[in-house]
């Protein structure tokens, strides 16, 4: 089983008050847990600051099993890729695999490992007929595709995705659910920001998992069946300001 | 480097090669520019992919203010290595930070920083050429192959084999950091420390391209290869070797061609325009070879 996360007295402030304030929780290994909640509600503060990427008051830790370190896998919303950027598809899975500079990886003796490896990855997204494209003729689903791939690499216990629908055809949300249910099976632990109501409720109805409600505070958390009842969706998803009025 | 120039006057003497470079002068510019050539072309590539050519020309521009810095503290016309190199690194590392802590758009606060540098620049020249005459400058504002000594090609040797060598331990690092920096952090990459190692590197390889290209020129150099290799190249490696490949081609070239054809030129200058006329070549190929792809 992965890691688990305890999140305890989180605060986030950028200057211009709270944005998240006093979080008390704990996800639990092995699960799907996806973060909802309305915009400005402090979805991304709360994941970002797991990560290390924002600063945060409280205290954030992940209990790895059995007393090793284990590795998060990050799928960000987005990355920068130009159009015209000569890196393909796999250059940029490369990247992420080797620290033998790219345009030398070729004479590289273990680069046909680390090829196939960044091509298997590819293949579990659905995206290996594609590793020769430029990463800029991606469309913005393909793209996103990828990303989960480069997450995808280094077999991480805890695997954090922001908004990983975004843009994505049916074809690639299908991929998508599949893999995430595939990876909770194998025990990882899944934390994953969503806005789609419709969506959410069909990945937690085959992968084990709960639902978060952050806005401001956690306002609600519990099976889907729970929290994402008719009667509660409206008042969860105000922002916070309107529901102090 | 005698044996080179011995091997070189022989080969001219016996009809080898051609009689101009039977002179020192012409044999250490061109080892300077298969020097500067393949650095400058790869580290041009992360120059285009973090978009920092307006940076790097900057960091170029700046250097009239360093160069007259220099001389004014008593430094040698010829290589005003010093000031050139406190100011462009003061320079480069200042605007870097403040980047990072202002809400004034990158190039909006490239433009003031430049702007300064070169009123600052045009300022001190006056007392330059009350001090020295001013056509000395033009050596190392646009590049003199008479003014590459022996003793730059060593400089260039070792501040070149270890900015490779940076270079080379860094890329995909930087690559990465310059795709998504986010990805790079939670991978454990340090992005701020590699944004500022890129910064020295710039500063550096312009400092070392004075001599041959000229501290005005530089950085197009680091720019115009990469913009080509850009629309000629689809992968990330064919990228790197092509603008390399380009940078010392147009370093040749535009080393050998005034001599040869006998222009008055400055080499940087003669270096540029190939360049250019590389890239203009390369954006008529895209034009009229795979219009619609």
């Known amino acids: 089983m992965s890691g688990a996360i305890h999140l305890q007295h989180v605060g986030v402030d950028y200057g211009q008050g709270w944005v998240l304030e006093a979080i008390n929780h704990s996800f639990e290994p092995g699960q799907c847990h996806i973060i909802m909640g309305p915009n400005g509600g402090g979805k991304t503060s709360l994941f970002r600051s797991v990560l290390g990427l924002t600063p945060f008051v409280g205290d954030i830790s992940v209990q790895w099993p059995s007393g090793r370190v284990g590795r998060l896998g990050y799928v960000p919303q987005k990355a920068i890729f130009e159009q015209s950027l000569p890196l393909t598809v796999l250059d940029f899975v490369l990247l992420n695999l080797t620290k033998v500079p790219l345009f030398l990886a070729p004479l590289w003796p273990g680069f046909k490992q680390q090829r196939a490896q960044a091509l298997a990855s590819l293949t579990r997204v659905g995206m290996a007929q594609r590793a020769h494209l430029r990463m800029g003729q991606l469309s913005g689903g393909e793209q996103q595709r990828v990303l989960f791939a480069q997450a995808l690499l280094h077999h991480p216990d805890v695997l954090i995705l922001d908004e990983p629908t975004t843009g994505m055809d049916e074809a690639g949300v299908q991929y998508l659910e599949n893999l995430m249910h595939e990876l909770v099976a194998q025990g990882k632990t899944i934390l994953a920001v969503h806005h789609d109501i419709a969506a959410v409720r069909r990945i937690l109805a085959r992968t084990p998992g709960k639902v978060h409600i952050v806005n401001h505070h956690l306002v609600d958390s519990g099976p889907v069946e729970d929290v994402l009842t008719s009667a509660k969706i409206e008042t969860l998803f105000q922002h916070f300001s309107a529901r102090r009025a | 480097m005698q044996w080179l120039y011995s091997f070189a006057e022989q080969a001219s003497s016996a009809g080898w090669l051609h009689p101009s470079l039977a002179y020192a002068f012409m044999v250490n510019a061109l080892v300077a520019a298969c020097l500067l050539g393949p650095l400058l072309g790869g580290l041009g590539t992360m120059v285009v992919a973090k978009r920092l050519a307006f940076f790097s ?73 009350k001090k020295i005459n001013i056509h000395l400058l033009e050596n190392v504002l646009f590049g003199s192959i008479l003014a ?118 400055p080499s940087g200058a003669a270096i540029i325009l190939l360049a250019g006329g590389f890239f203009l070549m390369a954006n008529a190929y895209q034009i009229l070879c795979k219009r619609g792809n």
């Open chain 2, 57 to 129: 020309e900057a960091v170029g521009h700046a250097a009239i203010t360093g160069i007259a810095l220099g001389i004014l503290l008593g430094e040698s016309p010829d290589s005003p290595f010093i000031g050139l190199f406190s100011f462009c690194l003061i320079f480069a590392l200042l605007l870097h930070y403040v980047r990072n802590r202002t809400q004034v758009p990158y190039d909006t606060l490239v433009g003031v920083f430049l702007a300064i540098a070169l009123a600052l620049g045009g300022a001190l020249l006056m007392y330059v050429a």
């Open chain 2, 148 to 265: 590459v000594a022996a003793s730059d090609i060593i400089i260039l040797l070792v501040v070149g084999s270890v900015l490779c060598v940076l270079f080379m331990l860094c890329y995909n690092r930087m690559l990465l950091a310059a795709i998504s920096p986010d990805i790079a952090k939670v991978r454990g990459i340090a992005v701020v420390l590699l944004d500022y190692s890129f910064v020295l590197m710039v500063t550096l390889v312009t400092i070392i391209s004075v001599k041959v290209i000229g501290a005005i020129l530089v950085g197009a150099l680091l720019l115009i290869p990469a913009a080509t290799a850009r629309l000629l190249c689809r992968t990330n490696a064919g990228f790197v070797i092509c603008s390399a490949v380009i940078a010392t081609i147009s370093c040749l070239l535009g080393t050998l061609l005034p001599m040869r054809l006998d222009l008055a030129i």
